[in-house]
């Protein structure tokens, strides 16, 4: 790292030796372009720090969430390429939130937009290889020989038959001179990077080791649950605590700006308490919101412009009189993570803890210092695993975390704040809803000369930090994935628009964001156009991504393995779908038959063939993971995940009424890992875009039924 000085880089602690690396804080964009960061010209804070101690344990501290992407062994990884440690002695801790530990991609601490491996790869390396040359050094100074005579193995510096271990070592090494600058392994050297490596945090969930939020207890810690509004936007008018305090194990029943806190010894006895509480709600300004309805408005707001997000040509000339309409229809979404939203605070006296499973530390450290009127500095947040995220837990409100931090303030005790499933579904966070209308024109030889997309949805950013990227009144968040798409680009006449909507819902970055909508429009209609031609959907594709060889490639691969072009088992059909979204592209190949008749049957998945190039692979089982995981998440929504509003109430609260996909309903999933030296994308969110289009194209091949409207539906 050349321009770093002794100081910024070098901290001595205890007996071993702690390296700090930086991240810069320049915001260059948001996290769904992946772009590089930027170099920093001025040298900020140290902020992450590798340890290694006298016992040879090496602790990696994360300035990131573990939630289920598998960072806990991939940034690891990372720096073992460079430090040449004993695998069997590594550790890893969540960093403690502070400013230093801010994105390379933002000024905040965070995880999301599938950013982390790509953007730490090079800081991590840099910091294996920064301590594995003071080790060396310690140990050339020790021995009376010159660095370059000694190599590294295994947790030992070796020169000859001399042998010392970085425990043996650390403290020495933490009083070398650091080095100006180092020399970064050629990627044809590495022997970490690039090798299935298994998860380090497995044993720790395997053996109940690992802690998420709703493990936390702490001496004379109380359970609270808060009582919400039924509506968006309603608020208490008046409440009874009579009936909720005679539970017995209730202590306090009190207001809190999101509602009604029950208070209670633990949890059923504050949930009893809040079943028995009498609550008065004025319903706000969104009490008649209706799914229906707004769906209704959507499909007319679509027949008319709006703003303008990509364009080229002449389009309204070019559609010309034969034209191919399609409208697409999507619902809210939940997030519904497996573990249930959850925060604990305890009081100090000169501060406060905060132990939750966040994705955002620096807005939530932020909230809860303002709340309590404290400092940022002296609210310790607590990162513990998070039972799924999907970007639930990413939360610029911060609101369970705000709810935790008024119901802390009313106690002189610890106290634990837990949403149930049903309050998450019914008063959080959603995926928007929304309406594509798509019309496109053929020329004489089936050639797409014309696209006219239209989208209708609400703004996850207006109102918040990131309202900066709005540009003449398109948030890129709607239709990125439609307005970027290779497809859309390749056709001469084109024109991508938004309609920005306010219904009053409340919304939020869902598992790939807005791709998770605009993939089911693009590749749907995609197929639309190649059966209007009478072409092979592959062929048909393939012509369109000429001058995009990477995704072609992609493509190429998933069907390839998936048999494309031979007969498929009897009673089945094959639908594709390819998608480039967080760095990386993805395609799947969907074998689905009909359970019962093909007009009004269930939709049976059997096989996802999955191709991903996602640049430089750090850790292969990990990236087949969440490709695994990814069909999963996409299945759910595609065959299932549907939210419906009735008089400004959310009708499901459970995964009783918001299915998500059983054991049974899994499919086989075979995912190809490409080869590819391009730099680092996304794996955790990439991966559930085409699921949905590829399920609804492999339908209509079956049954000549095209399904535009999630989730899917025979009948």
Request: hydrophobic share 45%; aromatic share 6%.
């Amino acid at each position: 790292m050349s321009g770093l000085s002794r100081r910024a880089f070098l901290k001595g602690a205890g007996g071993g030796l702690v390296v700090g690396f930086f991240v810069p804080a320049a915001l260059n964009r948001f996290a769904l372009a992946q772009e590089a960061p930027a170099p920093s010209t001025v040298l900020p804070p140290v902020n992450a720090f590798l340890r290694i101690g006298s016992d040879e344990s090496v602790t990696v501290l994360l300035a990131h969430s573990e939630m289920g992407q598998g960072i806990w062994t991939t940034l690891p990884m990372m720096v073992n390429e460079e430090l040449d440690a004993d695998w069997s002695r590594i550790r890893v801790e969540h960093a403690p939130a502070a400013p230093e530990y801010h994105s390379t991609v933002f000024p905040i601490q965070m995880t999301g937009g599938s950013t982390t491996t790509w953007s730490e790869l090079d800081r991590y390396r840099q910091v294996g290889a920064m301590a594995r040359a003071l080790l060396v050094s310690a140990a050339a100074a020790r021995w009376g020989v010159a660095p370059g005579d000694c190599r590294t193995e295994k947790g030992f510096v070796i020169c000859g038959d001399k042998r010392a271990s970085y425990g043996s070592l650390a403290a020495a090494a933490s009083k070398q001179p650091a080095p100006q600058k180092v020399q970064l392994k050629d990627p044809a050297d590495w022997k970490v990077i690039g090798k299935p490596t298994r998860r380090l945090d497995t044993p720790e969930k395997i053996t109940g080791r690992a802690k998420f939020g709703m493990d936390v207890q702490l001496p004379g810690m109380l359970t609270a649950v808060v009582a919400h509004p039924p509506t968006f936007g309603g608020k208490v008018k008046d409440f009874d605590v009579a009936a909720a305090k005679a539970v017995p194990g209730v202590r306090a029943v009190f207001a809190v700006p999101s509602g009604v806190a029950v208070v209670a010894d633990h949890f059923w006895a504050a949930k009893k308490g809040r079943d028995a509480l009498k609550v008065d709600w004025d319903p706000g300004p969104h009490a008649d919101v209706d799914t229906v309805k707004l769906r209704e408005s959507y499909l007319e707001k679509s027949k008319s412009a709006g703003a303008k997000a990509a364009a080229g040509g002449d389009v309204e000339k070019a559609l010309g009189s034969d034209v191919l309409v399609a409208e697409y229809s999507l619902p809210y979404l939940a997030h519904a993570p497996m573990e249930p939203l959850n925060c604990t605070v305890r009081r100090t006296v000169d501060g406060c803890e905060v132990w939750t499973g966040t994705q955002f530390q620096t807005v939530d450290q932020g909230r809860v210092a303002q709340i309590l009127g404290l400092k940022p500095v002296q609210v310790a947040i607590h990162t513990t695993f998070l039972g799924g995220g999907f970007g639930r837990r990413a939360n610029i409100a911060s609101d369970f975390v705000v709810e935790a931090a008024h119901v802390a303030k009313n106690l002189d005790k610890p106290v634990k704040v837990v949403w149930t499933r049903d309050d998450d579904i019914r008063g959080g966070y959603y995926r928007p809803m929304a309406v594509h209308r798509v019309e496109g024109a053929l020329d004489a030889k089936g050639n797409p000369v014309a696209w006219r997309h239209r989208v209708v949805s609400q703004s996850i950013v207006a109102g918040s930090p990131f309202a900066g990227m709005i540009r003449d009144g398109v948030d890129p968040t709607a239709v990125e994935g439609a307005s970027d798409s290779p497809y859309v680009t390749a056709i001469a006449n084109h024109r991508v628009d938004l309609h920005t909507t306010d219904p009053g819902v409340p919304v939020l970055w869902w598992r790939s964001v807005g791709h998770s909508h605009t993939a089911f429009a693009v590749e749907s209609f995609v197929d639309e156009l190649a059966h209007a031609a009478k072409r092979d959907p592959l062929e048909f594709r393939r012509a369109l991504l000429e001058k995009s060889p990477r995704v072609r490639a992609v493509l190429e691969a998933a069907a390839e393995k998936a048999g494309w072009g031979t007969p498929p088992p009897a009673g089945r059909a094959r639908g594709l779908a390819v998608h480039e979204s967080f760095g990386s592209i993805v395609a799947h190949v969907a074998e689905v038959s009909i359970d019962g008749g093909q007009t009004d049957g269930r939709i049976r998945v059997h096989r996802i063939v999955c191709a991903i190039d996602c640049g430089i692979c750090i850790n292969p089982l990990g990236v087949a993971a969440q490709m695994e995981s990814a069909v999963a998440f996409g299945l759910s929504a595609a065959l299932h995940g549907e939210l419906t509003i009735k008089e400004g109430r959310v009708q499901e609260s459970n995964f009783h009424d918001y299915r998500v996909l059983r054991i049974h309903e899994m499919p086989k999933v075979e995912v190809s890992i490409l080869v590819s030296h391009e730099k680092s994308g996304g794996a955790g969110e990439p991966g559930t875009p085409p699921v949905a289009p590829a399920v609804a194209n492999a339908v209509f091949a079956l049954t000549g039924k095209r399904l535009r409207e999630l989730p899917l539906r025979l009948a």
